[in-house]
């Protein structure tokens, strides 16, 4: 029989830098004189679910704008920013655009209009606001909740006489977990794709609420950060370490995090990923090829005077980019939070949703398991970052698996980098 898990509210920070891929790029004028137009970007419906999910929004926004056309512009994940950039820049750009929130939203605030009165009624209604503000200013709705939970395989653990069901609460026994795996089986630790840089995210956001103190961590994500602090060399030591130690599958500077990486621990070649709790690689998807073997674990502690906290937020949403389309651009922004369309989504895509009303109809344990823990949950400590900062992230992260900068090195130019 099927359980329902209710999603809870929980305030939350900035998100996460990716939660999508996919489809074909088109082109556009923006024709902003058309009011009888509404030119749409977004990086596209990878999937049936996705699709499904698009047209609902659609349906929801012609309900109250049958005579408006709506052109939907799928670009590339992989060149969307820089796509949407040249296009603002060339006065091309489109009417309303999809950001992921957190940096890539907050770092382009002044390119966004501001709908703060506007979605002031819907504010209630879910949760994952903050990934959206900056300022004082509301600047789109959260559609999903993203975090990075930490998968594992039971089948891997039992193979290597783990216990499938107790899975490590400590980074010594998640070492030691690694060094089991390693000796017994044939797989790596954990699956990892770095070619785009984004490794070293995934590891901080993923573990940093065992490695620093609330304090710490909620001065974090407030701005006030030193990246020379004992904690925060901590985080890139053990990344570095990590992968001195063969933690990781070859050659992971090399393979793609989406979807390479994933596809190696949903085919049973590593026993351990951090993954995502939304969008793509998540519980659904790594469930259609693991069922009952699939396994959620909380971040371990590392350090004494921690509290582990599940790393999640508001995920992905709609920014107005032209100021004489703010009404219906606002209303996309509404369709694109109808509870029908999210509570369809969440069951068919996986999604666990911004609405806290909608329950999450599902019998997939790990989904219960993340759900349960959202109420204690915190922002994803990456997202904090300006994007200056968290592009030479990705560079010294990518260096630093392979020795190629030092931990006092790499600490010393993201310090610089923030000022």
Known sequence: MKRFVA????????????????????????????DGKLVVWNWGSSDDAAAAYQDAVLAAFNE??????VEIVSQPFDQYYT????????????????????????????????????????????????AFEDGGETY?????????PVYYNKAIFAEAGLDPENPPTTW??????????ASETDVSCFALGNKEGLGIEFFMSGFGSGIFTPEEYDAWIDGER?????????????????????????GANSTAMFNDSFDLFSGGSAAMVIGLSSGIAHWKQFDDFLGEDLGFMMPVTVNDGTTLALPIEGGIGYGVLNQDKVELGVDWIKATVDRDALADYSIAGGQIVSDTTIELETDIQSAQDIVAELPGSKPLLHTALGGDTLDLLHRLGQQLLVGEVTVDDAASQLAASEG
Not at 64 to 69: A, G, I, L, R, S
Not at 172 to 178: G, K, M, Q, R
Not at 239 to 250: E, F, R, V
Request: charged share 20%.
């Open 7 to 34: 999603p809870f509210a929980i305030g939350m920070g900035a998100v996460l830098a990716l939660s999508a891929c996919g489809g074909a790029a088109t082109t556009t004028t923006g024709d902003s004189a058309d």
């Open 64 to 69: 109250k704008h049958p005579d408006v056309e």
């Open 83 to 130: 796509l949407l950039g040249s296009a603002i820049e060339a006065g091309t750009g489109p009417d309303l655009a999809l950001f992921n929130g957190g940096t890539q939203l907050k770092s382009r605030a002044d390119q966004i209009v501001p709908v703060t009165d506007e979605l002031a009624d819907i504010k209630d209604q879910l949760a994952g606001w903050p």
């Open 140 to 148: 789109s709705a959260p559609m999903f909740l993203q975090g990075f």
């Open 172 to 181: 010594d026994e998640l070492s030691d977990a690694c060094d089991t795996i």
């Open 226 to 250: 030193d990246w020379e602090s004992e904690h925060a060399k901590q985080v890139l030591q053990l990344w570095a370490d990590t992968s001195a130690d063969g933690w990781y599958n070859d």
